[in-house]
């Protein structure tokens, strides 16, 4: 998989709205065998692979049409194998979104997912990035060790964004997404207008109340 280093976002000088306008750094961060890859796979080629081992880290793009805009994601796939954990915080660095994956039917997934929490609060600002709890695998359900209300509550408690997904049948990923790429660009505030209309690009700062699964709110359970 493509590797490169990921500014901030970067504006596009297309007029054309199928053209992505600014681009987004996303990063999927979680215990190995949890399907980060999977997702991102899903979400990118519209397939799933039972299996997709990730070294260091793997790196995906897509383009989302959201109302107002055209954006460009970059998906960074972390391994979630301990002994990449201590250069993980170099593939996050600089992210705008945060993906922090669990496996419904791994008790001990979910635990790790609160520490991957720890590390990004280390790293960011409340208001400097978008952070999503995400209980994938929910075509097990009926072997689930962590219960919807669980992942709701503590998604809740710290103010993140929370959905159930699954790879393997596609459920609820483009939601996902699309509800991560949509609070990244309220949350990237557009500045006042530069002299002679010109828009300046978008800045950090204080946002208005993102749209969809804000802050607590879950999709409709299957």
């Not at 705008?96 to 997934?109: G, N, P, Q």
Request: aromatic share 10%.
């Amino acid at each position: 998989m493509e590797q490169t280093a990921t500014p901030n976002a970067v504006a596009s000088t297309s007029l054309d709205r199928t053209h992505p306008t600014y681009t987004y750094k996303v990063v999927l961060l979680g215990n190995t065998s949890v399907g980060k890859s999977s997702l991102a796979y899903r979400y990118v080629k519209n397939d799933f692979k039972e299996s997709l081992p990730t070294v260091g880290c793997s790196f995906f793009t897509q383009t989302l049409c959201l109302e107002a805009t055209t954006i460009r994601l970059e998906i960074w796939d972390t391994a979630g194998q301990e002994k990449y954990h201590s250069v993980c915080h170099l593939y996050y660095r600089g992210a705008h979104a945060a993906l922090l994956v669990y496996d419904i039917t791994s008790k001990v997934s979910a635990d790790r997912a609160k520490l991957w929490l720890q590390e990004l609060e280390k790293e960011f600002f409340h208001d400097e990035i978008v952070i999503a709890l995400v209980g994938n695998k929910a075509d097990l359900a009926a072997e689930r060790e962590v219960t919807t209300e669980e992942g709701e509550e503590f998604a809740q408690s710290k103010s993140l964004l929370y959905m159930e997904t699954s790879a393997k049948s596609n459920y609820q990923v483009n939601e996902l997404f699309t509800a991560v790429g949509r609070s990244v660009v309220v949350d990237e505030c557009w500045a006042a207008p530069a002299q002679g209309g010109a828009a300046a690009g978008p800045s950090r700062g204080p946002a208005p109340q993102r749209p969809a699964l804000a802050a607590g709110r879950t999709a409709p359970r299957a």
